[in-house]
């Protein structure tokens, strides 16, 4: 008779499930209390979604660094601290968008805020692992959260958005799935740290390249849709534009952050190892993707569409960092979407405040340039805002993401990649020309239609949101030499 | 005798079979059968490999693939029952709104 | 531990994987191409309508009610969880509490979300209309 396993308490570490914990619980609470009474306004679901990504933002960091816990397949490393950091940041910008002075349908629903909950603990999860089965189930959870999360914005162009979400997330899971199958074939284990222990001692047997080629590019192509790289990026444009203005600037980080923090582990591993193609590939991919996006943002006549492949061709320049795999391109990357992201979200806000039923200026497109056209003589204030997240963006120096450009690019030299240098110059400099054609709109047209319309869903938590994202891009310079150095501390901490 | 290389060629063959029906299907229930086929061809590998290795963690890894299969079929038929409702067809390019 | 041997195995894979994103996409345009020539193109109008007497016939819409479709989801999401019980049921002893605690742990969760499907009224069969 075998004896009964005995499992101590301190030997879970439970405390390394904690954040998760809180975003679940809280949003089973969300639920249970929409069971009670139905009768809620939402201000309270929002405030109550605040609350608990306080706690789980005090939860992380409790953590320390470098644990594991829950049998080893938990792993607290400074890459996951920062990563869950910013997503929990992300999300405490995002949830106040949803009080808006019109009414929207997704957000009268309390299912949306614990399903928002949901995906946080999903992309926690992700980003916690070195386990193959725990950054799957992750992924998933997150994925299928995020996919009713846009269909809920009930309209038609959402729903195919959510539709085309959901083929290519389908898709890559697969893709995921056989890559992992794969590389247990090939070393009996699932987690990241003895499949490099093994892959390390057969490196040198004959044609297991071609296994682990096959590995390699099943996995690059799941993470690749993910971060809508070059070949994959098609859906991106369609899904930005049909999702709300805040849940696609929102999408244009978190999902990226936390697909960037697996690629690190996977791809890192990889190059780890020695196998220098698959830097080559990363590289391809990154070049590729930074330059054909930026391309296709100069024709776009949309601004939604013109920022999503902006978006697009910023995880290219990231994707760029990720091939160095130093210390510093590790640094570069979150440094570069800490940064991003304030920017990006409060440009994306800027959007949703002018957000209307109908479209007014376009059949086609919700954001057309000819909307802002001269908006600095109906909202000075929203234009010059507008302007500032634009030169950010292009990358103007004193303002946030200027900082995050040069660090990647001084990495790159550093590692002795300076054509890359000068491809990311070129590309920031292409750039700043549809990042100006918004500016130009903006001051120095005349406007398109009556004035009314640009205020439209403008209220205080908007107002506040958007004020500190401009304080986050304005005030880059006196906060970044101690973000880069608690940055870089955690990841030399963790070892990448 | 019929070993593992056999089972990891049909789950090849298979996950190819899916693969294409996603490529070429232009029906949406049909290319999400497909993504249904192309991910049972993996657990087929997931068991065969576990079984090679006398280890369970392939066949754990499998248990979860059936779990989010299955969540997953859920989500997608949600959102394509309210497609057709909304539009009376679920063929991809009469559902394409969006370009450029 | 010995570990898949690479030499031929894999390598004969990923041929068939080239294989069959090439050759199969042929073989179906070819079967097409020859079933388009074959075929006899008679195709009047009158000889391809369901045949009926008396009144035109209309296409029928989708009738099946959609509690039927929701129906069918909530099954596949609770019947699928117990693949994960199967497993502690079998090892029921040797996990001793720590695996009762965690599949009560489970179940919790499952009766939850049960509760919440319930308390929406998509049991019941005249809600949604």
């Known amino acids: 008779m075998l004896q009964p396993i005995n499992v101590s308490l301190e030997s879970l570490n439970l405390i390394t499930l904690a954040p998760m914990l809180v975003a679940i619980a809280g ?3 969300i639920l249970v209390l929409d069971l009670i009474n139905s009768k809620l306004h939402k201000t309270l679901y929002v405030m109550l979604t605040l609350l608990i990504l306080f706690i789980d933002f005090g939860a992380v960091l409790g953590l320390n660094v470098n644990e594991r816990g829950f049998f080893d397949v938990m792993l607290i490393d400074g890459v996951s601290i920062i990563s869950q950091l910013m997503i929990i940041v992300a999300s405490m910008l995002f949830i106040p968008l949803s009080l808006t002075s019109k009414r929207f349908h997704e957000y009268s629903y309390p299912e949306f805020f614990a399903l928002f909950l949901f995906m946080i ?187 999503a492949y902006s978006s697009i061709s910023h995880a290219g320049f990231i994707m760029a960092a990720l091939a160095l795999d130093t210390t510093e391109g590790t640094t570069a990357i979150f440094l570069y979407y800490a940064l991003f992201m304030f ?154 | 005798m019929i070993g593992l290389t056999h089972y990891l060629v049909v789950s090849a063959l298979i996950f190819s079979i899916g693969l294409i029906g996603v490529l070429r299907r232009r029906n949406l229930l049909m290319l999400f059968f497909a993504t249904e086929v192309m991910l049972n061809a993996v657990n087929i590998a997931f068991a065969a490999i576990s079984h090679f290795y006398n280890d369970l963690t392939g066949q754990m890894f499998a248990f979860f693939i059936i779990a989010i299969a299955a969540s997953e079929v859920a989500v997608g038929l949600g959102i394509l029952i309210v497609l057709y409702k909304r539009y009376g067809s679920l063929d991809l390019d009469e559902l394409e709104s969006m370009k450029g | 531990m010995t570990h898949v041997i690479t030499e031929h195995p894999y390598f004969g894979v990923f041929v068939l994987f080239a294989l069959t994103a090439v050759a199969f996409p042929a073989t179906l345009a070819a079967a097409r191409f020859i079933s388009r020539k074959l075929a006899k193109l008679d195709t009047e109008k009158l000889k391809l309508t369901i045949y009926e007497c008396g009144p035109e016939v209309t296409k029928q819409p989708n009738t099946i009610s959609a509690q039927f479709y929701l129906i069918a989801l909530l099954f596949i999401l609770f019947d699928v969880e117990i693949i994960f019980m199967f497993p502690w049921a079998i090892d029921f002893k040797l996990l001793g509490w720590f695996g009762f605690t965690e599949m009560i742990l489970f179940i919790l969760l499952l009766a939850i979300g049960f509760v919440y499907a319930w308390k929406k009224g998509a049991l019941e069969w005249h809600s949604i209309k």
């Open chain 1, 27 to 29: 949003g089973l609470i």
């Open chain 1, 121 to 307: 603990a999903g992309f926690q999860f992700m980003v916690t692992s070195d386990n193959l089965i725990l950054i799957f189930v992750g992924l998933e959870t997150a994925s299928l959260a995020l996919y009713t999360l846009i269909a809920l914005h009930n309209r038609s162009n959402s729903f195919e958005a959510a539709v085309k979400y959901f083929t290519m997330g389908a898709l890559s899971a697969g893709f995921y799935a056989m890559g992992s199958a794969v590389i247990y074939g090939l070393t009996g284990s699932i987690e990241l740290y003895k499949v490099a222990a093994v892959l390390s001692l057969r490196m040198d047997e004959a044609s297991i390249m071609i296994a682990i080629f096959g590995a390699s590019v099943l996995l690059l192509t799941a993470f690749a849709f993910k971060l809508s790289l070059f070949p994959f990026h098609t859906w991106a444009p369609d899904v930005y534009e049909g999702a709300s203005a805040p849940l696609a600037g929102y999408m244009s980080v978190v999902p990226k952050v936390a697909a960037f923090v697996v690629s690190i582990r996977i791809f890192g591993m990889y190059i780890d190892l020695g196998i220098e193609w698959v830097r080559i590939i990363i590289l391809v991919l990154a070049v590729g993707t930074m330059t054909l996006a930026n391309i296709m943002a100069l024709v776009q006549e949309d601004v939604k569409r013109m920022l």
């Open chain 1, 343 to 496: 920017t990006n979200l409060g440009a994306f806000a800027m959007l949703w405040i002018s957000r209307h039923k109908v479209r007014r200026f376009s059949d086609r497109y919700d954001n057309p340039y000819e909307k802002f056209a001269g908006l600095i003589n109906i909202m000075p204030m929203g234009a010059v805002i507008m302007a500032l997240f634009m030169l950010s963006l292009a990358g103007v120096p004193p303002f946030s993401v200027f900082w995050g450009k040069i660090y990647v690019m001084q990495a790159a030299v550093n590692s002795g990649y300076v054509w890359l240098a000068i491809v990311m110059g070129l590309n920031s400099a292409i750039a700043a020309y549809y990042y100006l054609k918004l500016i130009v709109f903006m001051f120095l047209k005349e406007p398109v239609k009556s004035v009314d319309t640009v205020y439209y869903n403008l209220s205080k938590p908007l107002m506040a949101v958007i004020g500190l994202a401009t304080v986050a891009t304005i005030g880059a310079i006196f906060y970044i030499q101690p973000l880069i150095s608690y940055i870089y501390y955690m990841i030399s901490a963790s070892g990448y």
